[in-house]
């Protein structure tokens, strides 16, 4: 089993940039791939971003492209969402996402572990 925990989450002014953490324990995740998801209130779950086990391959949801930049550390079993020009409609809970494959894919339903998200919201 795997445990993530995200945080970094808060509230940003539009234009500004946060930075997410995912650290996982209970087994290291460096054959693993990771994700990152979001949901906005009243809205599905949907991609963020993604990246496989060894950083070599990542994806982006095509709106999020130039503004969020996925990353991983395996040394420190950890990954990371650098959200650079925040929009309002970035606000929503980020989930971290760990998936028993060391492919990165965009859908929800191929990751095994989750986190229990944080909350960012962005003010106009």
């Known amino acids: 089993q795997v445990q993530l925990v995200e945080s970094g989450g808060g509230l940003v002014q539009a234009g500004g940039s946060l930075r997410l953490s995912c650290a996982a324990s209970?087994?290291?995740?460096?054959?693993?791939?990771m994700g990152w998801f979001r949901q906005a209130p009243g809205k599905e779950r949907t991609f963020v971003a993604a990246?496989?086990?060894?950083?070599?391959?990542?994806y982006y949801a095509d709106s999020l492209k130039g503004r969020f930049t996925i990353s991983r550390d395996n040394a420190k079993n950890t990954a990371s969402l650098r959200m650079d020009s925040l929009k309002p409609e970035d606000t929503a809970v980020y989930y971290c996402?760990?998936?028993?494959?060391?492919?990165?894919?965009?859908?929800?339903?191929?990751?095994?572990?989750w986190g229990q998200g944080t909350q960012v919201t962005v003010s106009s």
């Open positions: 990246i496989s086990w060894s950083g070599g391959v990542t």
């Open positions: 209970g087994r290291t995740i460096n054959l693993y791939a």
């Open positions: 996402a760990a998936r028993r494959n060391p492919v990165a894919t965009m859908i929800p339903h191929d990751y095994d572990f």
